[in-house]
Antibody
Framework: QVQLQESGPGLVKPSQTLSLTCTVS??????????WSWIRQSPEKGLEWIGY???????YYSPSLKSRVSISADTSKNEISLNLRFVTAADTAVYYCARQVMVPTTLAHYFDFWGQGTRVTVSS | QSVLTQPPSASGTPGQGVTISCSGS????????VNWYQQLPGMAPQLLIF???QRPSGVPDRFSGSKSGTSASLAISGLQSEDEADYFC?????????????FGTGTTLTVL
């Protein structure tokens, strides 16, 4: 059973960089065919997909966030990281990491395992 | 900013059935498969349905999904108190302005 655990500061000041880590256990971030996504949830915006890193290291970001976001992997620690620059109050949310599956035969995309989430507040 | 539209609430009594709708467009539901997630209070979402109608192992067959055109539905039969949760649909979106996952606005299910 794959397990994901997010960690990072719960409070970030406006204009600074939000940095979170997702530690994966029960599976490898280099397992062939899997994507590792970051998703956030707030009352104002609902669930919002931020982006993913593929097992090969390639990344893809939401068009609305790509100018501020970067996702990377530390394969030695089996971790995925999120950096979101120049944060504002609108970035206040619960941040989740999740494993994303894409079935080649059907092109079905879905998230099969999620972390418990970590709440981040942007405030001075 | 949710791209997929769901009714904000749904309700039913124990043993009854309920259906939750999810409306999108060609670039998402119309050309990609739909997933459904259940979010219990204070918990992370959990996969309920993938590939429009497939259930992961462990999900009761009381939950079923379907899709037609640019709309999808989640049906829950034999409602139980533990089904009280938020339900979200989701799909990959191949929009001309950029690709990505989009989610529904969410439906809060109350078991009366």
């Amino acid at each position: 059973q794959v397990q994901l655990q997010e960690s990072g500061p719960g409070l970030v000041k406006p204009s600074q960089t939000l940095s979170l880590t997702c530690t994966v256990s029960g599976g490898s971030v280099t397992s062939s065919g899997y994507y590792w996504s970051w998703i956030r949830q707030s009352p104002e915006k609902g669930l919002e997909w931020i982006g993913y890193i593929f097992y090969s290291g390639s990344t893809y970001y939401s068009p609305s966030l790509k100018s501020r976001v970067s996702i990377s992997a530390d394969t030695s620690k089996n971790e995925i990281s999120l950096n979101l620059r120049f944060v504002t109050a609108a970035d206040t949310a619960v941040y989740y990491c999740a494993r994303q599956v894409m079935v080649p035969t059907t092109l079905a995309h879905y998230f099969d395992f999620w972390g418990q989430g970590t709440r981040v507040t942007v405030s001075s | 900013q949710s791209v997929l539209t769901q009714p904000p609430s749904a309700s039913g009594t124990p043993g009854q059935g309920v259906t939750i709708s999810c409306s999108g467009s060609y670039s998402n539901i119309g050309r990609n498969t739909v997933n459904w997630y259940q979010q219990l209070p204070g918990m992370a979402p959990q996969l309920l349905i993938f590939g429009d109608s497939q259930r992961p192992s462990g999900v009761p067959d009381r939950f079923s999904g379907s899709k037609s055109g640019t709309s999808a539905s989640l049906a829950i039969s034999g409602l139980q108190s533990e089904d009280e949760a938020d339900y979200f649909c989701a799909a990959w979106d191949d929009n001309v302005n950029g690709r990505g996952f989009v989610f529904g606005t969410g439906t809060t299910l109350t078991v009366l």
